[in-house]
Each structure stands twice: as C-alpha cells, then as structure tokens.
C-alpha cells in the first residue's frame, strides 16, 4: 500500500491532567502516515486524485487546539477520526503523537502514543 508522510508537525495546544498543563499551551509533535493508492495520481498527476496535505494539516491542528483532553490517547483517538473523515482516499493511518514539555520530573526528548486505525 502506497503512503504519504508528515513528519515532525509540531502544533500548541492544551492537553494534560495537571492544573498548568490545562492553563499553558505545550508543544505537541507529530508524525502521520496515510495509507491509500497512489495510482490514480501518478497516472493523471493531478492534486484532486490525492490526499491535499495543506487542508490536513489545518484540519490536525484545528482539531489538536479544539477541545483539551487530561490524556494524550484521547488526544491522538481523536486526531486519527478527523484523518481518515477527511478523504475517502486515506484507508488507514498511522499516527505518533508526542509531548516535547510536560510535568514530569526528567531529562528526555518526549512523550507520546502512537496510534493504527483502519477505515471500518
């Protein structure tokens, strides 16, 4: 199965159980894989036989901004549902989901989940 990535889209929002993280928005960052035939798109090379990633993008962000969940998982659950209600085309995505700041005490990178769901 053909796919097109995102990587490294990096959105604030406000998502976490603490008192501040409600408060401040945080760095999100995310990598997302579409699955879905590029066939059509190669043979006519026009951008409607695909996935048009500019309005995905808005949509991702608009959504991660949209409402604050305590969790990263519903977080992510929700992200994935308005991926694959964006396009008939998607079949399925893949998405990582990661915190770059939070409340935790430690020296690391991030945190994050990472989420499969599949057209059903």
Same mark, same amino acid.
């Given at each position: #199965?053909?796919?097109?990535? %995102?990587?490294?889209?990096?959105?604030?929002?406000?998502?976490?159980? @603490?008192?501040?993280?409600?408060? #401040?928005? !945080?760095?999100?960052? #995310?990598? %997302?894989?579409?699955?879905?035939?590029?066939?059509?798109?190669?043979?006519? $090379?026009?951008?409607?036989?695909?996935?048009?990633?500019?309005?995905?993008?808005?949509?991702?962000? &608009?959504?991660?901004?949209?409402?604050?969940?305590?969790?990263?998982?519903? =977080? *992510? !659950?929700?992200? @994935?549902? *308005? %991926?694959?209600?964006?396009?008939?085309?998607? /079949? =399925?995505?893949?998405?990582?989901? &990661?915190? @770059? !700041? /939070?409340?935790?005490?430690?020296?690391? $990178? /991030?945190?994050?989940?990472?989420?499969?769901?599949?057209?059903?």
């Amino acid at each position: #199965m053909d796919r097109i990535e %995102i990587k490294g889209l990096r959105v604030m929002a406000r998502h976490g159980y @603490t008192k501040e993280e409600k408060i #401040m928005e !945080q760095e999100f960052e #995310m990598d %997302i894989l579409l699955f879905c035939s590029l066939e059509k798109a190669i043979e006519t $090379d026009r951008a409607e036989d695909t996935v048009e990633c500019g309005g995905l993008i808005r949509l991702v962000t &608009k959504t991660l901004k949209e409402e604050p969940y305590q969790l990263i998982e519903k =977080a *992510a !659950q929700k992200l @994935t549902e *308005a %991926i694959l209600g964006y396009s008939p085309l998607i /079949s =399925a995505v893949e998405l990582t989901l &990661k915190k @770059t !700041q /939070s409340g935790i005490l430690a020296d690391f $990178d /991030s945190v994050g989940v990472h989420l499969r769901r599949e057209r059903g």
